[in-house]
């Protein structure tokens, strides 16, 4: 490689190495923002899962005495009845309850005529938290009411409940451990990828945006050296953390891994070094990309507080891949791999889910990054040689 490029990339390194605030906001905030974010979300839902699911079930009940039997069996089942009146409605719309039990008066009526006798159940099944797990809570107690009341019915008219089941369902649940772990880790590839976007953000604005509003980059430009060799050397300095942040991001989700409650989620999730050097290999390319880009919109930007306005919106791009394949299934194919940022994100679910990836997949996201990589990267080149767009006001 040209020593020029190579002083000019060792001296932006250097440089930004100096500045506390340039390594605390890249590779700092980029490796450990997502990480700790991650393991205080699964921690969160996985103790307010685990809470509701293992609390005394309550019941709130409007005609308590139009079901007797009903609210015995409850009881018997280890559930706590209390009486409600009023509008059942307005007090879940309010918040005030999670759900209500009406039991209307003809109840018991129709239930000794053996006609199916009504319960109804007042939920929002919009409602944020865990408050689903108290509706199916309280659906199966009724549904296993209804079960038990229906054989015995049948058993005095000497019928045999088995009759009722023309058809069983014999479940083969083909999901792992590790297709589970990729399930609720489906955000992972988004925030290593974040993680690396922000490691490069800083100096790639730096080393553009901030040599204008800094009045350097005239002088700069005075040296001895082609234009191609100078803004080469910047953005190998520029990929260079960006690649710092992205093995600074592996390793710290190495480590937060035990303080994930992965156990009392039923998931597995294998994030050994075979695994890291895989997310490696299949995210560094994407260094060239997010250092190019980030340097053609530092370009165009007059201040460094303009140029951190814009880069900045870059990170929202790695997460629409993250959300569609969370939304939609996906079936992988060979030329998904060759779009940088959705080949990533299909590659390391694969490898979460415990499935070989080939290496002809490899190879085609590697070649897909680094073609689109090296292409905003000539065109950044290409924009450092113009000078209205370098020296505008």
């Known amino acids: 490689m040209n020593k020029q490029i190579l002083t ?76 409600f009146s009023g509008d059942a409605k307005k007090a879940i719309l309010d918040k005030d309850k999670e759900a209500i039990l009406v039991i209307p008066s003809n109840f018991a009526e129709k239930f000794e005529s053996g006609i199916p006798a009504e319960i109804q159940l007042y939920y929002d099944a919009t409602a944020k938290g865990a408050t689903n797990i108290t509706q199916k809570r309280i659906k199966s107690l009724i549904k296993s009411y209804s079960r038990s009341i229906g054989m015995i019915r049948l058993q005095l008219r000497g019928i045999s409940p088995s009759l009722l089941q023309a058809v069983t369902i014999e479940d083969h649940d083909v999901s792992t451990a590790e297709s589970k772990g990729a399930k609720a880790l489906a955000f992972l590839p988004y925030f290593l990828i974040m993680g690396l976007f922000m490691g490069s953000m800083y100096l790639a604005i730096d080393t553009m945006a901030g040599e204008k509003e800094r009045n350097s980059l005239e002088s700069l430009l005075l040296n001895p050296i082609k234009r191609s060799y100078l803004l080469t050397g910047k953005l190998l300095a520029t990929i260079s953390f960006g690649i710092i942040t992205l093995f600074a991001t592996l390793l710290t989700f190495k480590f937060a891994l035990p303080f994930m409650p992965l156990d009392t989620m ?23 990309m997010a250092a190019s880009l980030q340097t053609i919109i530092a370009t165009f930007s007059k201040s460094f507080k303009e140029a951190q306005t814009y880069v900045s919106l870059l990170i929202f791009i790695p997460m629409i891949p993250s959300i569609i394949l969370m939304m939609v299934p996906v079936k992988e194919k060979l030329w998904m791999m060759f779009v940088p940022i959705l080949g990533q994100n299909l590659a390391i679910n694969q490898i979460l889910r415990g499935e070989p990836v080939s290496l002809l997949w490899f190879i085609a996201v590697a070649v897909g990054s680094l073609f689109v990589g090296l292409l905003l990267a000539l065109l950044a080149i290409k924009l450092y040689n113009r000078e209205s767009l370098l020296f505008s006001d």
């Open 8 to 83: 000019v990339m060792f001296k932006e390194i250097k440089d930004n190495l100096r500045d506390k605030k340039t390594v605390m906001s890249s590779i700092f905030m980029g490796a450990v923002f997502g990480p700790i974010l991650l393991v205080v979300m699964m921690n969160a839902v996985s103790g307010m899962m685990k809470d509701k699911a293992e609390k005394q079930l309550e019941l709130h009940v409007n005609g308590i005495n139009n079901a007797k039997s009903f609210i015995t069996f409850v009881k018997s089942q280890g559930a706590k009845v209390s009486s």
């Open 266 to 288: 039923g998931i597995s999730f294998n994030f050994g070094i075979k695994n890291i050097t895989l997310f490696a290999i299949l995210l560094a390319p994407l260094s060239v």
